[in-house]
């Protein structure tokens, strides 16, 4: 079985000097909402949406001020170690919900090409979006900072992402993009064939996917649409399901997450508790990598 890596923003928490926590202080400021806006929240969808509606309600900023900016300071996000131990593992399709390319300049620091592969050059949604840095594919899922309006933030973005998302997985493309028709992604996978990889959806029932780095909150809607449609798809026998999700989890978070942990089980994703000594981030990650490849090795 091949696999993939679906790696989620907590990695970026380990580099020095810039952070989410800055930028969503600075992003409550570009927009005149100190003291108005508290900024650190969990569920950050909804925090966008807050934020839009008083830049907008104020005219202080428009959304597409809002995404620039966003863009340009997660740019300076920088890479470090877990980033490149990750991709040593040996895992050529790398899913990633980060808008920036610290994965990417981890392994290509100076001469790193952020042109859109895609088989369509989507300007708003990521259904194909994908970048090249030496032999790993990146497809960035939530957008890219080099196309702000691609970022997925806010319900509205995610609604229309996950309409997007369940045409191309139940209904096809249609005559939705021009010189590219394909047959849903059910109809291909019944056929049981190898089929070449066109979108990051793909991956999600072809390979085994360890997510890594994510936390998987409920707001992540069109997420948790996808492992709800994979487990009933699976279930329903409708296609030969032969591969496997793996999530990564702090053993010391088992209490807090117990109703996540729960309703991933029951979508068919197996959690993997990986211990996380006096709340060592680092070696934290450390004992995830160990544990991806014993699981890959077992899958051989």
Known sequence: MQNALLIGNDINSLSPGYDWA???RDLVAFVGA?????????????????????????GTKTEGQ??????????????????????????????TTNYEFTLERSILPSQLETKNRGV??????????????????????????????????????????LQSMRNYVVSGTGDAYKNVQLTPLT???????????????????????????????FVEIHLWWLLTFRARLGN?????????????????????????????RANNVLPQACDRPNTDKRAYYKNVIRKIKSNIKSRS
């Open 22 to 24: 800055q930028l969503l």
């Open 34 to 58: 100190q003291g108005k806006i508290s900024e650190l929240r969990e569920q950050f969808p909804l925090l966008y949406e807050e934020i839009c509606i008083h830049a907008g309600s104020h």
């Open 66 to 95: 809002i995404k620039q900016f966003i863009a340009d300071k997660v740019q300076e996000l920088k890479p470090n170690d877990i980033h490149l131990d990750l991709l040593h593992i040996g895992i050529n399709e790398v899913l």
């Open 120 to 161: 369509v050059s989507e300007t708003r949604y990521s259904i194909f979006r994908n970048v090249q840095a030496e032999q790993i594919r990146f497809w960035h899922i939530h957008g890219d900072a080099h196309t702000p309006n691609s970022i997925a933030l806010g319900y509205e973005h995610y609604s229309g992402y």
């Open 187 to 217: 109809q291909r996978l019944s056929k049981g064939s190898k089929q070449e990889l066109m979108s990051w959806l793909d991956v999600l029932f072809t390979h085994d996917v360890h997510i890594v780095g994510l936390g998987l909150d």
């Open 236 to 264: 329903g026998r409708k296609w030969p399901h032969q591969n496997s999700l793996f999530y990564y989890y702090p053993t010391q978070r088992e209490d807090l997450d117990r109703t996540k942990l729960r309703f991933l």
